[in-house]
């Protein structure tokens, strides 16, 4: 049998962005849509988006921060940062704004700039509820933040303590799970209505833990939720290639400095956008499932988020190429996800 050389699909999808802002997102922002078509753009800046009006700002920053050949070729989906505060009223105006398309729930201390997020999701009721009423997606960091439970365990617990109390509330909700890394979250997610979905990123179906600490300590594979056994991973791709419509792309990427990552307290964060679609087209070509790609990354989330799917295509061609070692990052310089590696496949 000949082995694929090119193939095209509809252009994807990224359903979990972090572009950052100002000179770094001029930095980051091309990657992104040179390849996605739209983006799901998170909230978690220094101070966080709150409001809708702030969403529209940042959206206006993005939009005018895109190179001349990418205007009009990106579309960034905005979200808004649930805080303890957010009121009903902010969620009809986020609804009403036609540009806010979730708002994410990030648990106080789970992850980077959360300081602001949730104490308790119990504070949050009427804002769900708005939600849940006004058709407005909850994307959530799924991870408890209870400094007493193990950290490879801090998703399992969450799906008990927090979503599925918010699921059984508010079973209208659509939420959207974000980067789930467990077989727990699989079968979660596959039992659960259809109003749960959930995002895989290329990081969690390329690696498991043992990518941390190979040879020595490795900053560049350390990410929020962090990394998991092996058998989590392949629960993973088993989701991902598995054809059920619950599961879809969002990379998670997640740009900081080298000199933050390699730190006496690095950030959490992994940086893929320099080549998203190429490094899951690997992860779904050696799960022998390149045929379940197109469905994965430019289709399911479209559905799930009630947007029309992209009419463009993009091509994928069996091309080996080498990923940089690194990437100029506003002044600084930011490592790629397997920097100076050679990743399979080209988007042309
Ligand atoms: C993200 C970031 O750096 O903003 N980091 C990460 O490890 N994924 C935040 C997040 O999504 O948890
Ligand atoms: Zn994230």
């Excluded at 993973?236 to 059920?244: K, V």
Aim: aromatic share 8%.
């Amino acid at each position: 049998m000949n082995t694929l050389q090119e193939f095209t699909l509809t252009r994807p999808d990224d359903f979990h962005l972090h572009l950052r802002d100002d000179a770094q997102m001029q930095a980051v922002l091309p990657f992104s849509a040179r390849q996605f078509a739209r983006a799901i753009i998170m909230p978690n800046l220094k101070p966080p988006v709150v409001t809708t009006a702030l969403a529209a700002a940042y959206r206006d920053r993005i939009l005018s921060a895109l190179p001349d050949e990418l205007k009009n070729r990106f579309e960034p989906l905005m979200t808004l940062y649930l805080t303890d505060e957010t009121a009903p009223p902010e969620i009809l105006r986020a609804k009403n704004s036609g540009i806010v398309r979730g708002v994410k729930l990030y648990p106080a201390g789970a992850t980077t700039n959360s300081a602001a997020g949730v104490t308790d999701i119990t504070r949050c009721y009427a804002a769900l509820e708005a939600m849940e009423k006004n058709d407005m997606p909850l994307l959530v960091h799924g991870e408890v933040t209870d400094p007493s439970i193990d950290i490879f365990d801090r998703e399992k617990i969450f799906i008990d303590t927090v979503l599925t109390p918010v699921i059984r509330g508010f079973p209208s909700l659509r939420v959207a799970f974000e980067h789930i890394t467990t077989q727990e979250a699989v079968d979660f997610v596959t039992a659960a209505p259809d109003t749960l979905a959930a995002t895989i990123t290329a990081h969690h179906l390329r690696y498991n833990r043992n990518a941390i600490f190979q040879g020595g300590i490795r900053p560049h594979y350390y990410c929020l939720p962090v990394l998991k056994r092996e058998h989590h991973r392949q629960a993973l791709i088993r989701a991902a290639t598995g054809g059920s419509k619950k599961f879809f792309l969002g990379t998670d990427s997640a740009p900081h400095s080298r000199a933050l990552k390699e730190n006496d307290c690095g950030c959490a964060g992994i940086f893929t956008a320099h080549a998203a679609i190429e490094l899951y087209a690997e992860a779904f070509e050696q799960a022998g499932a390149l045929d379940r790609l197109e469905a994965f990354a430019s289709f399911n989330g479209a559905d799930f988020y009630r947007l029309p799917r992209n009419s463009t295509q993009i091509t994928l061609r069996k091309a080996p190429w080498q990923i940089p070692e690194r990437i100029h990052f506003a002044g600084d310089v930011l490592i790629p996800l397997a920097a100076g590696e050679i990743v399979g496949w080209k988007m042309l």
